[in-house]
């Protein structure tokens, strides 16, 4: 079981907009910076954000990150069939003294 | 170009010992830790633990520590993921990743991953 909690699932249509939460709490989210990874079927995963909101270079502006309090939220817009993969946020925590990652979400472009 | 090349698929019996390698090109090897993450068959993501290559002090998570060891040679740029006696529930996939660090805490470039593979 995950410190930090996602949906297991999100789903939505092409072009269509959706987004993925990740709970967390106070020594982990919401003392620290959250990062969030795509992992596409079969491969290593990816950055997407990080710094809670900052996308790495060649990360399209259809991706995008915030964080209030102990939670943070990836959110993609202009959803792409290509889009379909695994999404995982991760963040320190300060009481294991570990990095930590979500537990995944799966999005599937319908 | 930043790249992390790990080395390559293992398959070993209970019991066995196994290390596994990642090297780093492209960046000051001892400017950024290394991280290992675990991802067992259909499952998510795990943090192994760090390395500080310029010093190679390591810590690990509490679901690890004294599980595996992680260390690195800052003289040929590569770090490392040993185990001493492998169980069957070792299968996964390992990747490493560059830590960006400081009060960031994101992993900015990931190895390929290893297949290690455990049976009897």
């Known amino acids: 079981q995950s410190v930090l909690t996602q949906p297991p699932s999100v789903s939505a249509a092409p072009g269509q907009k959706v987004t993925i939460s990740c709970s967390g709490g106070?020594?982990?989210?919401?003392?620290?910076?959250v990062s969030w990874y795509q992992q596409l079927p079969g491969t290593a995963p990816k950055l997407l954000i990080y710094?809670?909101?900052k996308r790495p270079s060649g990360i399209p502006d259809r991706f995008s990150g915030s964080k209030s309090g102990t939670s943070a939220t990836l959110g993609i817009t202009g959803l792409q069939t290509g889009d379909e993969a695994d999404y995982y946020c991760g963040t320190w925590d300060g009481s294991l003294s570990a990095g930590i990652f979500g537990g995944g979400t799966k999005l599937t472009v319908l | 170009e930043v790249q992390l090349v790990q080395s390559g698929a293992e398959v070993k019996k209970p019991g066995e010992s196994l290390r596994i390698s990642c090297k780093g090109s492209g960046y000051s090897f001892t400017n950024y830790w290394i991280t290992w993450v675990r991802q067992m068959p259909g499952k998510g993501l795990e943090w192994m633990g760090r390395n500080d290559p310029s010093d190679s002090y390591s810590n690990y998570s509490p679901s690890f520590q004294g599980h595996v060891t992680i260390s690195a040679d800052k003289s040929i740029s590569t770090a490392y993921l040993q185990w001493s006696s492998l169980k069957a529930s070792d299968t996964a996939i390992y990747y490493c990743?560059?830590?960006?660090?400081?009060?960031?805490?994101?992993?900015?470039?990931w190895g390929q991953g290893t297949l290690v593979t455990v049976s009897s």
């Open positions: 990743a560059r830590l960006y660090g400081g009060d960031s805490y994101y992993f900015d470039y």
């Open positions: 106070s020594f982990n989210i919401e003392n620290n910076y």
């Open positions: 710094d809670n909101n």
